[in-house]
Structures are given as C-alpha cells and as structure tokens.
C-alpha cells in the first residue's frame, strides 16, 4: 500500500518561501516519477512541477516556473517543492502524487490521470 503524507504547508506573506515536502512508502520510490499539483477553492486540481523517477528531468507549469523547485532524495524517499516569492494565487491546497508506471516518464506529465497515488494535501496561504 501505498502512502504520501505531506508537510509544510503554512500561511505566509507574499513574497515570502516555504518548502513543502512529501514523504513515500510502499514501493520503490526511485522508481517512479513524482509530481505536485495545487486545487484552489471552486477550481479544478492543476499540475504545479514533476521530477523524474531518475531526478534528471524537471517541468514546471509557467505560473510557478523561476519561483518553485522540485528535488527528491531517492535515499529517504521525499520529494520537496521549494516555493520562493509566493503569491496570492499560490494559495491552494498542495498535494503530491506518484506516477504510474516505474521506470517510465511521461509526456503527458501536467494531467493528473498520469499518477495514482496521491496525498491527502497540505494548505497553503498567501496574503498580500
């Protein structure tokens, strides 16, 4: 069974960083792609960043692309998404998700149907 608990999630001004983090148990997490998506209230869940099952490959959605940076650590099964100069449209709900098939990297990485575990979330608040 598969499990991702997030962390870090905090109210913070605009402007400010924080680190969201992601901790994975279940199957080998060097083996899978990991991404974070964000769900603001009354919109739909959107892709935020990935990182391949290697760590070699990065995308970022264009909203956050220059302020955030996705990294894991394959030796303590995390994945970390550095928010710096946040905003208030940052505020959301952050969850991370795993991707389907091991040792695969989709291109088709921004939609969420590509990974089938999730988090149960961590809030983010941004106030100008």
């Known amino acids: 069974q598969v499990q991702l608990v997030e962390s870090g999630g905090e109210s913070v001004q605009a402007g400010g960083s924080l680190r969201l983090s992601c901790a994975a148990s279940?199957?080998?997490?060097?083996?899978?792609?990991m991404g974070w998506f964000r769900q603001a209230p009354g919109k739909e869940r959107e892709f935020v960043a990935t990182?391949?099952?290697?760590?070699?490959?990065?995308y970022y959605a264009d909203s956050v692309k220059g302020r955030f940076t996705i990294s894991r650590d394959n030796a303590k099964n995390t994945v970390d998404l550095q928010m710096n100069s946040v905003k208030p449209e940052d505020t959301a709900v952050y969850y991370c998700a795993q991707g389907r098939v091991a040792f695969y990297s989709s291109n088709r990485y921004y939609r969420a149907e590509e990974y089938d575990y999730w988090g149960q979330g961590t809030q983010v608040t941004v106030s100008s």
């Open positions: 990182i391949s099952w290697s760590g070699g490959t990065t």
């Open positions: 279940g199957r080998t997490f060097s083996g899978y792609d």
